[in-house]
């Protein structure tokens, strides 16, 4: 599964940035959660967001919540991340994750964890 993410960029302290999650896959492959993390310098890598397949159900970090919003639209193979309020303390590379399996084996379905190449947020304050 190939995954590009695109939305990235400079902000001020208050803005807004809508980031995107491009998914390419062979059509054995079944994408079940979805989500965007972050890694800021000198940190680990964190949890922002996360949505199951249908969209149903979501989870997010503490320190977004009530700013953020993740969704995806599955006709599209795309998983976006709505960012309002932003923070100096968001700016980041944000990356995107999707988990799921490929079915294209004989007996047993083959799971799969993949990255994108991450986009970077930098929020000025």
């Known amino acids: 599964v190939q995954l590009v993410e695109s939305g990235g960029g400079l902000v001020q302290a208050g803005g807004s940035l809508r980031l995107s999650c491009a998914a390419t896959?062979?059509?054995?492959?079944?994408?079940?959660?979805m989500g965007w993390y972050r890694q800021a310098p000198g940190k680990q890598r964190e949890l922002v967001a996360a949505i199951t397949s249908d969209g149903g159900s979501t989870n997010y970090a503490d320190s977004v919540k009530g700013r953020f919003s993740i969704s995806r639209d599955n006709a599209k193979s795309t998983m976006y991340l709505q960012m309002n309020s932003l923070k100096p303390e968001d700016t980041a590379v944000y990356y995107c994750n999707a988990e799921g399996r490929d079915d294209s084996g004989s007996s047993f379905p083959i799971p799969f964890d993949s990255w994108g190449q991450g986009t970077q947020v930098t929020v000025s304050s």
């Open positions: 896959a062979g059509s054995t492959f079944k994408i079940n959660i």
